[in-house]
């Protein structure tokens, strides 16, 4: 079974800052996908950034970046000039490549804080 | 616009009692899922459908059932409440294959249950 650990409850960071929080998964599976989600206070599960496994080029979505390392099984996301919209709950999750069977494995989550 | 909606957003019950949370989506998606989130835990999937008729076991089912009777619903039952089902229950769909090796998964707003 796959797992997924996430060994920061909780971050803080300055507004215009930088942050990077940790992720690591456990799979024999080659071929899968990776997502970081967000949830803001008001609870809604907002899909961050995606990466296949199978591509090289790290994934990158404006603000946002991953740096994934597919032989250490780490999968970090990087937020640079944090904002306060950026404060909320953020969760690592791994999907398996089952052509469209789609379950999510998530984390327990890394509370991010940004201060102004 | 398509959506997924639940209800009730919120819930207050008591040990012993049936209880049936809804989840419709308007976007006609063979994939559903229901996920419990609970502090220190993150998201795990309870149930998921992959189409009508279709019902499966996720990591954390005793004690919760679904049915899938249409494409659009996929109710989730707790056949006798118990207070370690408190909990914030997220409902999630997803297009299916379609052809495409990944498919988002769109979340519902969430339904907070309280079981006294």
């Known amino acids: 079974a796959q797992t997924v650990t996430q060994s920061q409850p909780e971050m803080s960071v300055q507004e215009a800052e930088t942050v990077t929080l940790s992720c690591t998964y456990d799979?024999?599976?080659?071929?899968?996908?990776l997502f970081w989600y967000k949830q803001p206070p008001s609870r809604q599960m907002i899909l961050v950034i995606r990466q296949e496994a199978y591509k090289q080029q790290n994934a990158t979505e404006n603000r946002f970046s991953v740096n994934f390392q597919k032989a250490a099984k780490s999968f970090s996301l990087k937020i640079s000039d944090s904002q306060l919209g950026d404060t909320a709950m953020y969760f690592c999750?791994?999907?398996?490549?089952?052509?469209?069977?789609?379950?999510?494995?998530f984390g327990k989550g890394t509370k991010l804080t940004v201060n102004p | 616009d398509a959506e997924i909606t639940q209800s009730p957003r919120h819930k207050i019950t008591e040990t012993g009692r049936q209880v049936t949370l809804a989840c419709h989506q308007t976007w006609n998606h063979n994939n559903m899922f229901w996920y419990r989130q609970d502090l220190g835990h993150g998201l795990r999937l309870i149930h998921y459908?992959?189409?009508?008729?279709?019902?499966n076991k996720g990591e954390v089912s005793d004690g919760y059932s679904v049915s899938r009777s249409n494409t659009e619903d996929l109710p989730l039952t707790l056949e006798s409440a118990a207070s370690s089902q408190t909990s914030v229950y997220f409902c999630a769909s997803s297009e299916g294959s379609g052809g495409r090796r990944w498919n988002e998964q769109f979340f519902g707003p969430g339904t907070r249950l309280t079981v006294l």
């Open positions: 799979t024999s599976e080659n071929n899968y996908y």
């Open positions: 459908s992959y189409g009508v008729q279709d019902t």
């Open positions: 999750a791994f999907m398996r490549e089952q052509g469209g069977s789609e379950k999510l494995v």
